[in-house]
């Protein structure tokens, strides 16, 4: 049994990346992105240090670092390995709390936190996260997770029955990661902001590349959307999955007869096509756009929500996002919630470093809580990775699995000092 | 028509009572909050001021208050009036939204900047908010309101025949409030950190104080609820409504056994049974404990969860906020809806000041939405009222319609001077 760690201190930094500069990024609700990341670093009395972040799209960062200046305190002086127990303190605050409760900005703080915590607990044990994870007890899984509010979908002692049902093949399913890592889907092609020859010649990389999916954005124009998916799905073939993305854009009425006018190019799954709050929407587009599926996720703000998305037969894809729930922690939780209703989970990545973390998820969902590959991708998109110390290996179109110990959040010391807003030299310079 | 004003400036600051050592507010979930506010004062070219602010129980407060000052730029410069654009601009701006969309620190950030805007603008117009709103046309009230993602449950036009049906008695409604008032009903008794010679005192005090109504916070054991439900009947009597709140407590399975077991003492309403954002929960919660009815809002982060709601048949009162959703523009939005679906809106009160801002609404819903105060109460808490320049008045159980211009928003300059967080007066001895 290793030594006990305490925390000793919590740096925060603003980094934005001016990614608006080239449309990196553009989607129909999100015309200008600069992608950034309220960061975290947290460092034990051990010398260790944990990273994690909120990953935002630039104006607003510095109110999301400054809420997770306010977790400080539960976090300052505590048990370095109880990730658990600090995870319930924070989201339990009988003051934070009225900021959410459980979404939002003082939610998303938690989950950089969270990350941080697992991030510096996985260095001490020297594991990458996910084979951490993957190795816990389906009790100590459990004990990790918080079912307020769940119960009516999800008990402990059903939680526990998932897990313990796919211990068994554990072992080989680890040795399969690390021999073939895990499939990923690209979003590059996809962006609105590119042009057809663009969108043509990305389209023919990522079937070069041996991606197995691609994503287009949609929802601004109607003709356009229907131009760019005739050039992609000629460039890529009938039968091969291509996934639509509307980032919020429609109400339940028009994305029903959007997805309707694009059915022709065969969709593979409509994403975010309203609200992310709209639960009884999503179930009436998933009615109305069948046999299309509704996949959705990276801006849902709790389990609450995804557990009934699920209940109510809104979405076919769960796509957890690593950074806006309360971390690795309410992720457990979300990843329990799929299995009982047997919904693949296909993360939401991109950004900065979303790809980094949902990687160890998705790969501890294949060992110890699906057990399952079948209809699960991650997605790739291919952008901000050299900024991270431990970036993802994407080979064949697969996430290489991580062998770092750790999550994978750390960004480059050059990259925090160049980045850094508003005194970084990228943004002197600007 | 008035020359037109230009904001000028944004003010911001951190106000916090210290409530917990009071334990005035305690309820299941919040046993210690300090009341607070987030304080923000605009400032027009012609020397107008409007005052707004969002309501936190403390810790954040800080976090909340530099989401405000994330808004400045989208206000400073602006033309006061045009209320409807700024909510608008500042509801989609293309990077703060991703820290939502429209929920938590964000969203209530953007509802203390409308509010201010709407504080200004009735003053430059020399009227109470209620009465200006009360007297605009259907189509300006129509213009007010984002519709996005409401169009399955209610599009502009359904809203205009609303507005334009209870268009003919407004004249007699605006004089009926000014001779009669807004019929209360009073929390005051009910905080959970109260013994029961305080409850039972407290509770015949509203009953000579004229209320037709009060509030029990139940939750926290169950053992201590029945005896304190059994005081409360004692006092009041066989058939007077006693409504229970839970503060989000429960799980549905336990809101349901915990409810049925409170029947006998007949309570009207069940408020906040579990999660604010579980509306199938909330449904399922309704249909097990009918006919005791449920209530919630005081933390439903938008309208699209509001319309979901009321889809589901989740609640039968609606207590909207004032300060949570995106102000007042969206609080027309939440009328309408309800209006629609024939539920009665009983706002949300107590706190800091936002009986000062929610009798506006409920009064404005009065003259111009619903029509009726039938089933319809707006909730008192005889608490802080001291602190603004324009304190509710009430007389014999109702709110007396407010003639002071502006929207009830602005605290006593001594006051804030005494409460700021943390170098006033009040914190410096702490």
């Given at each position: 049994?290793?030594?006990?760690?305490?925390?000793?201190?919590?740096?925060?930094?603003?980094?934005?990346?001016?990614?608006?500069?080239?449309?990196?990024?553009?989607?129909?609700?999100?015309?200008?992105?600069?992608?950034?990341?309220?960061?975290?670093?947290?460092?034990?009395?051990?010398?260790?240090?944990?990273?994690?972040?909120?990953?935002?799209?630039?104006?607003?960062?510095?109110?999301?670092?400054?809420?997770?200046?306010?977790?400080?305190?539960?976090?300052?002086?505590?048990?370095?390995?109880?990730?658990?127990?600090?995870?319930?303190?924070?989201?339990?605050?009988?003051?934070?709390?009225?900021?959410?409760?459980?979404?939002?900005?003082?939610?998303?703080?938690?989950?950089?936190?969270?990350?941080?915590?697992?991030?510096?607990?996985?260095?001490?044990?020297?594991?990458p996260?996910w084979l951490l994870l993957g190795e816990l007890?389906p009790?100590?899984?459990?004990?990790?997770?918080?079912?307020?509010?769940?119960?009516?979908?999800?008990?402990?002692?059903?939680?526990?029955?998932i897990l313990?049902t796919a211990e068994p093949g554990r072992r080989q399913r680890i040795d399969h990661l690390k021999a073939h890592g895990y499939p990923?889907?690209?979003?590059?092609?996809?962006?609105?902001?590119?042009?057809?020859?663009?969108?043509?010649?990305?389209?023919?990389?990522?079937?070069?590349?041996?991606?197995?999916?691609?994503?287009?954005?949609?929802?601004?124009?109607?003709?356009?959307?229907?131009?760019?998916?005739?050039?992609?799905?000629?460039?890529?073939?009938?039968?091969?999955?291509?996934?639509?993305?509307?980032?919020?854009?429609?109400?339940?009425?028009?994305?029903?007869?959007?997805?309707?006018?694009?059915?022709?190019?065969?969709?593979?799954?409509?994403?975010?096509?309203?609200?992310?709050?709209?639960?009884?929407?999503?179930?009436?587009?998933?009615?109305?756009?069948?046999?299309?599926?509704?996949?959705?996720?990276?801006?849902?703000?709790?389990?609450?929500?995804?557990?009934?998305?699920?209940?109510?037969?809104?979405?076919?894809?769960?796509?957890?996002?690593?950074?806006?729930?309360?971390?690795?922690?309410?992720?457990?939780?979300?990843l329990?919630?799929?299995a009982?209703?047997?919904?693949?989970v296909?993360?939401?990545?991109?950004?900065?470093?979303?790809?980094?973390?949902?990687q160890h998820l998705a790969m501890f969902d294949f060992v110890a809580v699906s057990g399952s590959m079948e209809?699960r991708?991650?997605?790739?998109?291919?952008?901000?990775?050299?900024?991270?110390?431990?970036?993802?290996?994407?080979?064949?179109?697969n996430y290489?699995a991580?062998?770092?110990?750790?999550?994978?959040?750390?960004?480059?010391?050059?990259?925090?000092?160049?980045?850094?807003?508003?005194?970084?030299?990228?943004?002197?310079?600007?």
């Amino acid at each position: 049994m290793r030594k006990a760690a305490h925390i000793v201190s919590m740096d925060t930094r603003d980094i934005r990346f001016p990614t608006s500069r080239e449309l990196d990024g553009s989607d129909a609700m999100n015309p200008d992105p600069d992608y950034s990341a309220s960061y975290v670093i947290l460092r034990a009395d051990d010398g260790t240090e944990g990273h994690g972040f909120a990953f935002t799209i630039g104006r607003g960062n510095d109110v999301q670092t400054a809420a997770i200046r306010a977790l400080a305190s539960h976090v300052i002086g505590k048990d370095a390995d109880d990730v658990g127990a600090l995870y319930r303190e924070m989201t339990h605050d009988s003051q934070l709390r009225w900021l959410g409760p459980e979404k939002g900005v003082m939610h998303m703080a938690i989950s950089a936190v969270v990350n941080a915590l697992w991030d510096l607990r996985a260095k001490r044990e020297g594991k990458p996260l996910w084979l951490l994870l993957g190795e816990l007890s389906p009790e100590e899984l459990v004990e990790l997770v918080d079912f307020r509010y769940l119960s009516d979908a999800l008990t402990p002692e059903e939680a526990l029955t998932i897990l313990r049902t796919a211990e068994p093949g554990r072992r080989q399913r680890i040795d399969h990661l690390k021999a073939h890592g895990y499939p990923a889907y690209t979003t590059s092609p996809g962006w609105l902001g590119y042009d057809d020859d663009k969108l043509r010649r990305l389209c023919q990389e990522a079937l070069d590349d041996g991606f197995t999916q691609i994503k287009l954005k949609v929802g601004a124009d109607l003709d356009d959307d229907r131009r760019r998916m005739r050039i992609a799905r000629e460039v890529c073939g009938p039968g091969f999955p291509i996934a639509i993305d509307a980032n919020q854009r429609w109400d339940v009425g028009s994305a029903i007869e959007w997805v309707r006018a694009l059915a022709e190019f065969d969709p593979w799954w409509v994403e975010e096509p309203t609200s992310p709050d709209d639960v009884l929407g999503h179930a009436a587009i998933a009615r109305g756009i069948a046999p299309v599926k509704v996949a959705t996720g990276e801006h849902v703000q709790n389990r609450v929500v995804f557990k009934q998305l699920l209940q109510a037969g809104g979405l076919s894809y769960l796509q957890l996002d690593a950074a806006r729930v309360g971390g690795v922690n309410e992720n457990i939780a979300i990843l329990l919630l799929a299995a009982k209703f047997g919904v693949p989970v296909c993360p939401h990545a991109g950004g900065v470093g979303l790809c980094e973390l949902v990687q160890h998820l998705a790969m501890f969902d294949f060992v110890a809580v699906s057990g399952s590959m079948e209809g699960r991708v991650i997605e790739y998109v291919d952008h901000l990775h050299e900024h991270f110390t431990d970036p993802v290996v994407i080979s064949k179109g697969n996430y290489t699995a991580p062998v770092a110990p750790g999550f994978g959040a750390a960004i480059r010391p050059e990259s925090i000092a160049e980045f850094t807003f508003p005194d970084g030299p990228a943004w002197r310079s600007a």
